[in-house]
Each structure stands twice: as structure tokens, then as C-alpha cells.
């Protein structure tokens, strides 16, 4: 089973948006939330291919993956055993926004 790290930033993002539904909805809906990317990010770990190849970010050619999870996209990579979460990117934005901080560095 390979190892699931998160970057800061992914982190920080994941955070905010619990953060905000919890504010703005209820604490029910941000647990839900947490649950769900949580459940989605642990399925990585036996099946890291499991999500395809992030076309908005092929330039980088750093092969991001993602997965779906309600209106997130959970952006990672593989890199030897591990896999770096590194963002929770909210589909209803630009998908541009994606290329800012989706560099692992």
C-alpha cells in the first residue's frame, strides 16, 4: 500500500472549504464533506491509478491524476510510493485557476 501525503497547500484548501460549509451551511454538511474526500483520497492508496490523467494540467508533464468527489477534484501524483495530494479543486471554478498551485516543487 503506498503512502498518502498532503501537500500544504491541498491541506490548506481542504481547511477552507470545510471551514466555509461549516460556516455558511452546518457542521453536518462540512463533516460530509470531510468524509467524502477523506473516503475518496484512502481508495488511492490501493489503486493509485485509479483516477485519469489531469488534461488541464498535461503541460506540467508531471502526470496529475484526479478523482471526482461531488464538485471537487481531488489533483494528485504519484510519485515513487507516494502519492501527494495537491489540491482540492472546486469544479465550478475556472479550470485555469488549477495550473497556480498544482506544481509540486
Known amino acids: 500500500m503506498r503512502e498518502i ?3 500544504y497547500f491541498a491541506t490548506l484548501e481542504f481547511k477552507n472549504i470545510y471551514l466555509y ?3 455558511v451551511a452546518s457542521s453536518k454538511v462540512a ?4 468524509k467524502s474526500i477523506l473516503g475518496a483520497t484512502k481508495k488511492l492508496s490501493k489503486s493509485p491509478l485509479l483516477g ?3 488534461e488541464n494540467l498535461i503541460e506540467l508533464k508531471q ?3 484526479y478523482l471526482v468527489e461531488g464538485k471537487y477534484k481531488i489533483i494528485y501524483r504519484i510519485i515513487d510510493d507516494n ?4 489540491d482540492i479543486f472546486d469544479c465550478r471554478q475556472n479550470p485555469q485557476k ?3 498551485h498544482s ?3
Open 5 to 7: 501525503i498532503w501537500t
Open 21 to 23: 460549509y461549516k460556516l
Open 31 to 34: 463533516d460530509k464533506f470531510r
Open 52 to 54: 485519469p490523467i489531469e
Open 63 to 65: 502526470e496529475h491524476r
Open 83 to 86: 502519492i501527494f495530494i495537491v
Open 98 to 100: 488549477m495550473k497556480i
Open 103 to 105: 506544481s509540486l516543487k
